[in-house]
């Protein structure tokens, strides 16, 4: 299995980004589909999650409103559109899969490569 992510890069507060992952080895339509992130010295943290068919999303308190999940089925991508950056989003930024919701919230069956997410003030 594979999930690699891209579009992380620099970016001033209150800017906005577009995360991309697209997933290879694994039944996509059949996992729920998430970001985790990481920042220095902080331990991983989950953002957002969506279900197999994209009706159900859920996300961290501190990117509600501000981030968007979304994903596209027939290109085994999903996507991360994040609005209205602050300098405390920055942190590496993790594609991963799971066979259920709170798989894929909590302890997610598959992990990607990071891509760095940058925001300056």
């Known amino acids: 299995v594979q999930l690699q992510a891209s579009g992380g890069g620099l970016v001033q507060a209150g800017g906005s980004l577009r995360l991309s992952c697209a997933a290879s080895g694994l039944t996509f339509r059949s996992y729920v589909m998430g970001w985790f992130r990481q920042a220095p010295g902080k331990e991983r943290e989950f953002v957002a999650a969506?279900?197999?068919?994209?009706?159900?999303?859920q996300y961290a308190a501190s990117v509600k409103g501000r981030f968007t999940i979304s994903r596209d089925n027939a290109k085994n991508t999903v996507y991360l559109q994040m609005n209205s950056l602050k300098p405390e989003d920055t942190a590496v930024y993790f594609c991963?899969?799971?066979?259920?919701?709170?798989?894929?919230?909590?302890?997610?069956?598959?992990w990607g490569q990071g891509t760095l997410v940058t925001v300056s003030s």
């Open positions: 969506i279900s197999w068919g994209g009706g159900n999303t």
């Open positions: 991963v899969a799971g066979q259920s919701m709170v798989a894929a919230t909590t302890y997610p069956d598959y």
